[in-house]
DNA sequence: GGCCAAATTGTTTGCGCAAACAATCCTGTT
DNA sequence: AACAGGATTGTTTGCGCAAACAATTTGGCC
């Protein structure tokens, strides 16, 4: 190692320069992958630059190129599952094309925390944001322009304005009801996500229109707030209603409450009850018994918002990708509906 | 709204001093909270800053200040609960402090790997660094001398060099063992965290510990990886031994596959078989049954590793903390040992 | 041998901001 | 009425880099 010229501070591509007889410039220019260097005079840069340690400061070439190579995300609640796999599909993807993640959380989703969160990121002068904050909210706030800023959210609104990039709710709930409907069972419960989220409308509806479509009622949705303590309570009410053979939830951890009640109120799953639930994390494979749900991979949500973010920054056409289904794992906790 | 001057791009402090009819290092002092501002003067500025939306472009403050405001995160594994959780404290605790946060998260976790980790975020320019990576060689790799960025890591090492934060694993360990030896359990086996993490040797030591005080033999741990499928392996071995009446988890997630196996078997908790996890993650409370189980609060040990730096970031002493010990959460998969 | 185009390197400039220094304007004093 | 010393604002400069432009060299060709 060569000792730097200046102490205390990183070396610059001046030092870098000097060390290998050559101007700034041309140190820029081997970085950057300029085509008619030298190979003589690139070798000569490249070992300066190892031999000094050099690394490029970012924060100079962003004010120079007005290129940050950073996307912002903005999550509201990835201590779940889905959320932190589409962080992690998010920051592998990004850090593939060459981009750096910056994030901010929220800790309530509202106009002005979320309109601040992007505030921030804008702020940061990053090139994207992808929200992954499934509320209703964040939606409606992305339209709030900043700058030139492409916004991805991971919402099933997809309003034009901004790419929604999300699974089919819709389907995958009229799925997990169809294959329950199958399994013969007449009265299936809903135990649903939280007013405010598109989601939760969506599996709600989903899951009606498969009943409809057998020409079963549909009761009234046990609403929930994605937690199992929630499933837990609403399924102390589901079970109020003698009725009811199977439930489907909104999403597994509701099922996993769900399994609680179920099993302190002496009911055997899937002998006496079926449940089905919705993301399949991995602890439902281990619930008692293991979960029937319908499996999204949020890993590859996020690096498709990298991909979508990755088309507006270029400017390139929006292209049609495939619809993201959510697919049916079938495990013990469904079974054929008892005999009346 | 004013119109800006420039079109495309975003008004910079120029375009702002113009309109206030000020010098732009006015508005800068303005920005920058300098104290003797007329407030006639301060309140022209503020105003231009509303008129123009204007908002300071961090690249440029970033290179006239040398300091970035921003701390970078080096996460392996933030898709489970804890280090999620800790992220989240982090970034909370960051933002209070007036820092941004940049994630780069870690498919595999070795010197290379971690080594390109911590590159990427010192080329960001980063004030400081938290490892959120309880891998030992996460410990080891954050020696790297990465120019003077401090580096705090989440793991059970302290070496000096750089400042470690966890919670007190042994004492946690040795503390859920004592709690099956108080219910009368003589033979208590130990699902261990997988080689190569210092908290995996520290439950396994914990559990010695406590199991030796007590005049008991301790067994060889059955190694898992973090996994309930990790978890439902070794508990069917576990199962194999008929001398065991309890287990003693080095997380929830190994338990709550544990408490499969033992479903499996016909074996009911805690009636034939007593179990204990550690971490408390949400789902704990709504496994079958409920887990015992000992909670860390992740997110108070994100915030801490943000105190920490910033202690070191502004050169302030360190400071003692508190150690962190985790509290045990009693539920109803632990009871008294069967009799023989 | 001279000429054109491409290859290769250098010089100047500005990105947006804050630090350093300089100038002016006050206020109450002697 | 002149002055010390703070209050308030302005001017110049440089952070590290890449874009724009300029200069020089090289190679091929008639």
Redo the contacts between chains.
């Keep these: 190692m060569v000792r730097q010229s200046r102490k205390g501070?990183?070396p610059t591509m001046a030092d870098v320069a000097r060390l290998a007889q050559v101007s700034q410039q041309t140190v820029s220019r081997v970085l950057n992958d300029y085509a008619f260097i030298k190979p003589d005079t690139r070798e000569r840069v490249l070992k300066a630059i190892a031999s000094l340690d050099y690394?490029?400061?970012?924060?100079?070439r962003?004010?120079a190129t007005?290129r940050?190579r950073?996307i912002g995300v903005v999550a509201s609640d990835?201590?779940s599952?889905g959320p932190?796999?589409a962080?992690?599909g998010v920051?592998?993807a990004a850090?593939e094309e060459g981009y750096?993640?910056?994030?901010?959380?929220l800790?309530e989703s509202n106009r002005e925390t979320i309109a601040e969160a992007l505030?921030?990121l804008?702020?940061?002068?990053v090139e994207g944001i992808v929200m992954i904050s499934p509320q209703d909210v964040s939606a409606s706030a992305a339209f709030l322009s900043f700058?030139n800023v492409p916004v991805v959210t991971l919402s099933s609104v997809d309003t034009g304005e901004h790419t929604s990039i999300m699974y089919d709710s819709v389907e995958g709930s009229r799925a997990a009801t169809q294959h329950l409907i199958e399994l013969g069972h007449k009265w299936i419960a809903h135990l649903a996500g939280p007013a405010g989220f598109t989601v939760s409308e969506s599996r709600i509806h989903g899951w009606r229109k498969a009943l409809g479509a057998a020409h079963l009622v549909a009761a009234d949705p046990f609403v929930c707030d994605w937690?199992?303590?929630s499933?837990?309570l609403g399924g102390k009410q589901v079970l109020a209603d003698p009725r009811f053979t199977a439930a489907y939830c909104a999403n597994d951890?509701i099922a996993?409450?769900l399994?609680?009640a179920l099993?302190e109120a002496g009911r055997v799953v899937p002998r006496d009850f079926s449940v089905v639930g919705f993301d399949d994390v991995?602890?439902a494979?281990?619930?008692?018994p293991?979960l029937t749900t319908m499996r999204q991979d949020f890993t590859k949500l996020g690096r498709r918002c990298i991909e979508a973010l990755m088309v507006r920054i270029n400017g390139e056409p929006p292209q049609e990708a495939d619809p993201l289904l959510p697919v049916l794992i079938e495990r013990s906790s469904t079974s054929r509906a008892p005999l009346p």
Aim: hydrophobic share 35%; net charge neutral.
């Design positions: 501070t990183s690394r490029p400061n970012m924060a100079a962003t004010l007005s940050s950073t990835y201590l599952f932190a796999s962080l992690f920051e592998q850090s750096g993640v910056s994030i901010v959380s800790r505030a921030r804008v702020g940061q002068s700058d937690t199992a303590e499933g837990y951890r996993q409450g399994l609680l099993h991995p602890e494979a281990y619930c008692i293991p």
